[in-house]
Each structure stands twice: as structure tokens, then as C-alpha cells.
């Protein structure tokens, strides 16, 4: 239940947020104008985003379970909202710091994501494979952390 109550207020958040960003990017020296013109590049797009605001909600529509979604369907959305919230992170301004602080919670996902394929997949090559990526991970997100102990201070 608390996953699914994330994966809803995630939805609004990005829903509420889209439309500020939109309004920003157009206005005269808006976060997205070009030298204050008011323009966007990329034919309307905020600047940096490469999407405009209707297809980042369209991308927050279908992550959202929906009727009819199979159980290992509804997981993998779950555990792809839960990577973009956890890659949420604070960036120091140290390009190694915050590259392993992102990599970790993206590490995670492709764990959970392998996870699902255990409970739910049928194929033997893709259980295989996922055990490999779940050990291979696992492995790497604890060199990453180790990293970070030693050098994020």
C-alpha cells in the first residue's frame, strides 16, 4: 500500500510540476529561454529536458498501474517509479560523487527488475540471466558504496 501511495503521489508531482515548467520555459527570461527571448529550443521543449510537458505526462500516465495490468506488469512499474524517485539525488557539484550516488539507486532497479523475471518470468534463460544480474549488482553496488565511504565526505 505505501509503494502504491508513492507511485500515485509521484504521478501528481509530476503532473503539478509540468505545468510551472512549462510557463517558466516560454516566459522572457524564464529557466528555459534562450538569452531571455522567450524561445525553447527543440521546437518547444524545455530546455534540458529533450520532452515537452504533454509527453512527460503521457511517460507519468503509463507508469501508473492501470486496469488490466498483469501482477509482474504492475511490479515493474512500481520498481520503475521507485528508481526515478531514489535517482532523485542532491548534487554536490562533484561529478564522481554524484554519478555513483545516481548509479546506485539505477544498480537497484535492474535487482528488482531481475527479481520480478524470478517470480514471474517462465523462460529458464531469462531466470539465469537474472540471477547473474542480481549477484553482478549486488556486487557493484557495494563497491560503489565502499567509494562513496572512502570519498564522499
Do not use: C
Request: hydrophobic fraction near 45%.
Amino acid at each position: 500500500m505505501k509503494l502504491l501511495t508513492t507511485f500515485f503521489s509521484v504521478g501528481l508531482l509530476a503532473v503539478a510540476l509540468s505545468a510551472p515548467v512549462q510557463a517558466q520555459s516560454t516566459q522572457p527570461g524564464g529557466h528555459g529561454s534562450m538569452h531571455g527571448s522567450g524561445t525553447m529550443p527543440s521546437g518547444g521543449t524545455p530546455m534540458g529536458t529533450g520532452m515537452d510537458p504533454a509527453m512527460m505526462q503521457k511517460m507519468m500516465k503509463d507508469m501508473m498501474p492501470a486496469p488490466g495490468d498483469s501482477p509482474a506488469t504492475v511490479a515493474f512499474k512500481q520498481a520503475h517509479v521507485k528508481m526515478m524517485h531514489d535517482m532523485g539525488v542532491t548534487y554536490s557539484g562533484n561529478a564522481d560523487i554524484d554519478f555513483v550516488r545516481g548509479m546506485i539507486p539505477h544498480h537497484q532497479a535492474a535487482i528488482d527488475a531481475a527479481k520480478i523475471i524470478l517470480k514471474y518470468g517462465k523462460d529458464p534463460e531469462n531466470q539465469k540471466l537474472a540471477t547473474a544480474i542480481i549477484a553482478a549488482q549486488e556486487r557493484e553496488i557495494a563497491s560503489m558504496q565502499a567509494w562513496l565511504a572512502k570519498n564522499a565526505k
